[in-house]
């Protein structure tokens, strides 16, 4: 890979690690200071983290059209800006109402960022490249994670000054990838365009990927405050929960090596299983370590899920990688704007305990549906075929 392309990959991951570490997830480690200084109830809590996903489902039905006729670069650097103004917008919220304008806009650039970068991946890297380039693109958003936890430590329960820092970060972000994204890709030739086609294993990604979206709001939108309540962690104690997430999330950048390996739909099991027993614990354990330990279990797994279904919904749509992505994607953030706003309304009313246990289950059915795709990574044994590689395009939530 030459110098050019892999300033592309390591801009992608930057972006990606501000879109959605520190303008989307990170919102959930401040979430307990944001709700006693703006006075939010648990309920309403949930809905303005709910609106961050909503942004996201909005921006990413007309990111991959718009990329598709703006080209990557473009796209990229409207994502980068928005994350920015977003970012801005909630440092300066008065109130409950101007936060959650500000956290919808800013929800807006996880949904702009992903499919560029996968065009753009599917576009100017060789086939044997793109499952790696994806994969490491993919696992910024844990990078952004881990990142968002030292401000924890350093500013406490002073979020504002938290996420002005994180909008400065965006700031520069945006700058280097409007200068590393390529500029033009094969997207913006009609030639190239193919028609949508919803099969059945579409809709399988879709159901699966909501089921999951769905059950990791219990720790995206409240483990700070979970753990607040169980350990009577502060603000700057939570950052320890984020920063083994981030850590650990960033095995996700391995998605493509264990798919390989074991087979999507192995992966898609295990880490299914491993992500709902991990919000088992963090919601009913009173025990530091446990919760810490099953923190890392539920980055790995959830990072490593995004890039499952990144695979699953490229595959699914070979010709039209940037819309492939976007499917499986929307199918997570939908899951997560629903389970949001449930999430602080039944911890409101039935306690955290009876929360977590639904919502650790609601995981579960995901497990049933598998990629029935012709065309799957190989295994170790079917490496030694003689068939060319196949094509791996994409980009990650």
Not at 94 to 102: D, F, H, I, R, S
Request: proline share 4%.
């Amino acid at each position: 890979m030459d110098k050019s392309r892999l300033a592309f990959v390591v801009s992608g991951f930057c972006l990606i690690a501000t879109c959605y570490g520190l303008t989307r997830f990170a919102f959930g480690l401040f979430l307990p200071a944001i709700a006693t200084d703006l006075a939010l109830s648990e309920s309403l809590s949930g809905l303005i983290s709910g609106g961050s996903f909503l942004g996201y489902c909005l921006a990413i039905i007309a990111s991959a059209t718009l990329t598709e006729r703006l080209g990557s670069r473009v796209v990229a650097g409207i994502a980068g800006g928005i994350a920015t103004i977003g970012l801005v917008g909630i440092v300066l919220a008065p109130n409950g109402v101007m936060m959650a304008v500000a956290v919808l806009f800013a929800g807006l650039s996880t949904g702009l960022a992903s499919p560029p970068l996968a065009a753009a991946v599917a576009d100017t890297l060789e086939s044997n490249l793109q499952d790696r380039a994806n994969t490491i693109i993919n696992a910024g958003a844990s990078g952004g994670i881990a990142l968002s936890a030292p401000a924890a430590f350093i500013f406490g329960s002073d979020w504002r000054a938290a996420f002005a820092v994180f909008a400065m970060i965006a700031a520069m972000t945006t700058y280097v990838v409007t200068r590393t994204t390529p500029k033009k890709t094969m997207t913006n030739d009609p030639s190239k365009k193919h028609p949508l086609s919803f099969d059945a294993d579409v809709k399988r990604l879709c159901i699966s990927a909501f089921l999951m979206g769905v059950g990791s709001t219990a720790v995206w939108s409240f483990g700070s405050e979970l753990t607040r309540r169980s350990l009577g962690w502060a603000s700057d104690d939570v950052g320890w929960l984020w920063f083994v997430i981030g850590i650990f999330g960033l095995a996700g950048g391995a998605c493509g090596t264990l798919i390989r390996r074991f087979g999507l739909n192995l992966v898609h099991v295990f880490c299914l299983l491993g992500m709902s027993g991990a919000v088992l614990t963090i919601t009913l354990l009173a025990n530091s370590a446990m919760i810490l330990a099953s923190g890392g279990l539920f980055g790995a797994a959830y990072m490593t899920l995004t890039g499952v279904y990144l695979v699953w919904g490229v595959r699914a749509m070979p010709n039209r990688p940037a819309t492939g992505i976007t499917v499986g994607f929307l199918a997570i953030s939908i899951g997560q704007m629903a389970g949001a706003p449930l999430f602080g309304y039944l911890i409101e009313h039935a306690g955290e305990k009876i929360s977590g246990i639904a919502f650790a289950f609601a995981i579960l059915p995901a497990c049933a549906f598998f990629n029935h795709s012709k065309i799957f990574f190989r295994t170790s044994l079917q490496r030694s075929a003689p068939d060319p590689e196949p094509v791996i395009a994409a980009e990650k939530n």
